[in-house]
């Protein structure tokens, strides 16, 4: 469940932003190719931010689709499949991941 270390590094992140003030919402950005569940990242965050001493914290995620971009036929899609990364319009492999990998902490909440 690589969800809950995913928790840990998000805390990591926002504990010295937060600096003693009361965490109350953390917006991430999760691309699709990182193979997040969001129901079972949102249970283990339940876990992790009673840890860390943020228990009023709320997780807010915000879902990118994966894309590629295709040097063959000089088009950007978005794919649907996390599996086979190929362009949809002509099946090329060699293709760049432009969008989907993310995972970031895009901002959070204080008070
Ligand atoms: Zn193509």
Redesign the pocket.
Known sequence: MHELSLCHAIAGVVRPHAAGRRVEVIRLRVGALRQVVPDTLAFCWTLVRDQQDMPEAELELELVPAAVR?P??D?QSEIESRWSVA?P????AD?EVVAGEEFLVTSVDVS
């Open positions: 295709c063959a036929c088009r362009c319009e002509c099946g090329s293709v």
